[in-house]
């Protein structure tokens, strides 16, 4: 029987339990859900056979280490900044690691001992990073096959409430970890346009927002997503004049974080005392306000827009302009917004979310100039089996089934981009109505 190890029960890790656990009988698989929450990983196994919850803290290292040392294959969806922990913990004990987060400085640096070692550390295995890796070079390769000379690559993603559960002035709830949100964009963006290289910094990152056309959809609005230069080594795109990696929201999205920014409400430096601190007082800290105006007037005439304008029904919405006591201690802005957005833009238990994705690439053959389109829309099923969680967690657990059938003979630290990788997981994908339409200009 072999053994795999999950480290994280969060929101992205529902679907990938699921798969691991009705394939566990058939593929002889045990599965281990290590979180420092007992409940909730209970809450997402149930009684099944073929798990053990294990409830630890991931910076024990005892702990964690023997969890390592017991198993055949370890599949990380921690935050970020843990995964550095489990990276050297399976270097050390010779175990192979799948993930969903972005190739980060420090398992970088181990990138020659993985190779050594004659492991596989897969990054960037699940939604964007993953799906979109996958589904594009799948596109590119095609094109070069048949002689296509790219000149323009770009592509769009976001995780969206469905139309049918957008029933707020953010147009938007909130389907995966609320940290991240807060902190997106917080490094700017790169991408390359009409062969200039754009550098936007966050400040001004949502305020320059473009809109594309969706199929069913209509607009969406789309923000250069961090550094998209660094991927066009890896697409083998180097030459071409346009690159762009962006995410997608809903256009009133954008503007209202585009004023949050601009409030300093996303910074994650500083830190503020709020146990007498109203929610008012936070949002203006930045600013000097007039007591004989209103908290709407005080906040519209900073802003140069109108009191009756939407971004204040959203800050209101968010309940940044009443005098209630924000009461969570010492706190940086940025944590202080999340515990803000977790309560209000929360998902109810029959909203469904959404994933939308798209490629635009523009390419020449014989003399003739192409664009293709090659788009994807996946809804959830409900506030836990979430398209978030669907397209995050099932690219993991068949690359999991798929490595554990030695389907595989590669080592080293890779992201999805070749197509012994991509088309068989692409092709199961489809099994779960994550699929792609393409069509042509």
């Keep these: ?22 394939n566990a009988p058939r593929q002889k698989w045990h599965v281990t859900v290590a979180d420092h929450d007992l409940m909730l990983i209970k809450s997402k196994t149930g009684k099944s056979y073929y798990v053990t919850p294990a409830a630890i803290d991931i910076k024990d290292q005892a702990a964690r280490q023997k969890l390592v040392q017991e198993t ?33 400085p420090e398992v970088k ?16 295995m699940g939604l964007d990073p993953g799906i979109d890796h996958m589904s594009a070079m799948k596109l590119i390769h095609s094109i070069e096959k048949k002689g296509g000379q790219i000149s323009a690559f770009r592509s769009y993603c ?28 917080s490094s700017g963006a790169t991408y390359r346009e009409k062969g200039k290289v754009k550098e936007i910094p966050y400040e001004h990152l949502f305020d320059q927002t473009k809109t594309i056309h969706i199929p069913s959809l209509g607009k969406l609005a789309y923000y250069p997503n961090r550094d998209s230069l660094g991927y066009m080594s890896a697409y083998k795109l180097e030459d071409i004049p346009t690159f762009m990696r962006a995410t997608l929201r809903y256009p009133d999205f954008c503007e209202g974080w585009s004023t949050l920014v601009k409030l300093g409400l996303t910074d994650d430096k500083e830190k503020v005392q709020t146990d007498d601190l ?32 939407k971004i204040i029904r959203q800050l209101k919405f968010l ?67 979430t398209a978030m969680a669907k ?51």
């Design 158 to 185: 976001g995780g969206l409430i469905s139309p049918e559960s957008n029933d707020n002035p953010w147009q938007y709830k909130i389907s995966w970890n609320a940290r991240n949100i807060v902190t997106a964009g």
């Design 72 to 104: 055949d294959l370890v599949i990380s969806l921690l935050p970020p900044p843990l995964h550095i922990f489990v990276a050297k913990d399976c270097l050390q004990f010779g175990k192979n690691l799948l993930t969903a987060s972005y190739i980060d």
């Design 278 to 309: 109203t929610y008012f007082k936070w949002t203006t800290q930045h600013m000097k306000v007039d007591k004989q105006l209103s908290n709407e007037e005080n906040i519209a005439n900073h802003l140069g827009i109108s009191a009756k304008s």
């Design 109 to 124: 640096k181990l990138e020659k001992e993985i190779e050594k070692a004659g492991l596989l550390f897969m990054y960037e």
């Design 319 to 385: 309940g940044l302009l009443n005098g209630e006591v924000i009461n969570l201690g010492e706190q940086t802005n940025a944590s202080v917004l999340q515990n803000i957005i977790e309560s209000r833009l929360s998902m109810e238990q029959t909203d469904k979310d959404m994933i939308v994705m798209m490629h635009e690439i523009e390419f020449e053959r014989r003399g003739m100039t192409t664009k293709l389109h090659s788009f994807m829309i996946t809804q959830g099923e409900d506030n836990m089996r």
């Design 1 to 22: 029987m072999k053994h795999i190890l999950l480290f994280g029960a969060g929101k992205s890790a529902t679907c990938l339990i699921d798969y691991l656990l009705v």
């Design 391 to 441: 397209t995050v967690g099932l690219p993991l657990g068949i690359m999991a089934k798929l490595l554990l059938q030695d389907k595989f003979n590669l080592t080293g630290l890779h992201i999805p981009i070749l197509p012994d990788i991509y088309n068989p997981i692409l092709k199961e994908l489809e099994d779960y109505n994550i699929r792609f339409e393409e069509s042509f200009e």
